[in-house]
């Protein structure tokens, strides 16, 4: 691998409903240079989501053989119900061949990124408040009143990890807060 390749792994991981989803559709769609890792996950796919291009929607006996496969990176049980998971071969493929690379994933995968690839850049997406980030949550309105309590516990916690990260960016307007991530993944003039 490049010297220096792997620095152009950028991690984001944020509270629930803070807007990291709006903001990797936002480098999607405007920056194609930029790779986006796609997550396995056992949750079952929201109206309008696609196989392989927002998660790989595999069962539970897929995602078992991928954690006894090792072909996970990280993976996690987030809200306490689904596994996400990032596929390792294409991070490192991707790395490999020098493109900026961006997981967006919960704290406990960013922890565990964190042991495995340390010279990654570990950003946090926080909510300009916590009042903003209840109205981001009930006003998706994608889930019901249990997982929206579950979610907003989830959300107190990781909060509170926010100093274990290089960089916070505040997303109080989603173009601001993606171009500051772009910054981070493409340094230099553009
Ligand atoms: P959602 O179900 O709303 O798409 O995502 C729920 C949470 O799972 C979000 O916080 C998201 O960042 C996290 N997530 C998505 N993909 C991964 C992954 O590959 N690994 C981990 N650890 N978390 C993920």
Redesign the pocket.
């Known amino acids: 691998m490049p010297e220096g390749a792997r620095s152009r792994l950028v991690v ?6 803070v807007g ?2 709006t903001i990797a559709a936002c480098i999607r769609a405007e920056y194609p240079q930029i790779w986006i ?1 796609v ?3 056992t ?1 079952p796919p ?1 109206p309008g ?1 696609v196989d392989g291009i ?2 790989w929607f595999v069962s539970e006996a897929e995602f078992d053989a991928m954690v006894e496969g090792d072909e ?1 990176l ?3 049980v ?2 306490g119900v ?1 596994r ?4 390792r071969e294409p991070v490192e493929e991707h790395l490999a061949a020098g493109d900026p690379a961006l ?8 922890r ?1 990124v964190r042991s495995r690839m340390p010279e990654a850049l570990f950003c946090f997406l926080a909510p300009p408040s916590w009042r903003e980030l209840t109205r981001r949550l009930v006003g998706r309105g ?1 889930e019901d009143a249990e997982e929206r309590e579950r ?1 907003m516990s ?1 959300a107190q916690l ?1 909060l509170a990890a926010e100093s274990e990260f290089d960089v916070t960016i505040v997303n109080r307007r989603v173009r601001q807060a993606c171009g500051e991530l772009v910054d981070l993944l493409l340094p230099g003039p553009r």
């Open positions: 984001l991981a944020g509270p629930t409903a990291k989803g890792s997550s396995a996950t949750r929201r989501e927002h998660y996970l990280e993976w996690a987030v809200h689904h996400y998971g990032t596929p997981l967006e994933i919960d704290l406990q995968g960013a565990q994608t979610r989830t990781e």
